[in-house]
């Protein structure tokens, strides 16, 4: 009983540190992910920090194209020899706006794509890392189960081991005991000196009774 509360302790305790470190791991990947998007978050900034100087270049050469446009108005007495130059003007601001524009919407949408690309990388990758730890997590929790297996088979083959040299033990001290039952030390007197002789006589079954473990010590203490 007691090894077997021994070995669920073990058990438990070994379950308890493989949730540890699951739990460890688990918010070191969230730490990383959230990183991840943190950069992701600085890139889309940086970004549209660029597009917002664009915009605000595309907004001054509107502004000074109003500007021209509005001298234009003022000076109508110059407007026949005006107008030629002033539709060149307007002709090249559209191009340059409309090719701003595009390379603006290329740019943005292969930094969109490339960004896509390497987001679904980094989730594969990372599926693979998690995939990876937990299969080293669960071949090291199994190897522990099979430790912990192997230590209780080997403290019940000692158990067991230990029952049987005391069963040994056991029969050795009966098989003494009989055997001591079975002569009992009978004293005559001697014919020539007078003194007791102490003769060892074998009796028969009809004769023996049994003799405690009390007895046979107090006959080796007293010789």
Not at 86 to 112: C, G, H, M, P, V
Not at 163 to 189: D, E, I, K
């Amino acid at each position: 009983m007691r090894q077997q509360q021994e070995w669920q302790s073990r058990m438990e305790q070994t379950q308890s540190e493989f949730l540890a470190q699951e739990r460890l791991a688990s918010m070191e990947r969230e730490r990383r992910r959230e990183q991840r998007d943190l950069d992701a978050r600085r890139q889309i900034q940086t970004f549209t920090d660029r597009l917002l100087v664009s915009e605000n270049a595309r907004l001054e050469a509107q502004r000074r194209a109003d500007d021209l446009e509005e001298r234009r108005s003022q000076t109508s007495d110059r407007k026949s020899r005006d107008l030629e130059p002033f539709s060149e003007i307007e002709r090249l601001r559209n191009e340059l706006q409309n090719s701003e524009k595009q390379r603006l919407e290329s740019e943005f949408a292969d930094r969109w794509q490339q960004r896509e690309a390497e987001a679904e990388a980094e989730r594969v990758r990372w599926a693979g890392e998690m995939k990876n730890d937990w299969i080293s997590q669960m071949a090291t929790l199994q190897q522990r189960v099979q430790e912990v297996e192997a230590e209780r088979e080997r403290e019940q083959e000692s158990s067991q081991n230990m029952q049987r040299f005391q069963a040994g033990q056991l029969r050795y001290l009966r098989t003494t005991l009989s055997q001591v039952q079975g002569a009992r030390v009978v004293a005559h007197p001697d014919s020539a000196t007078g003194n007791p002789v102490s003769d060892i006589v074998t009796l028969d079954a009809a004769t023996l009774h049994p003799i405690s473990i009390s007895e046979i010590e107090e006959r080796r203490q007293w010789g």
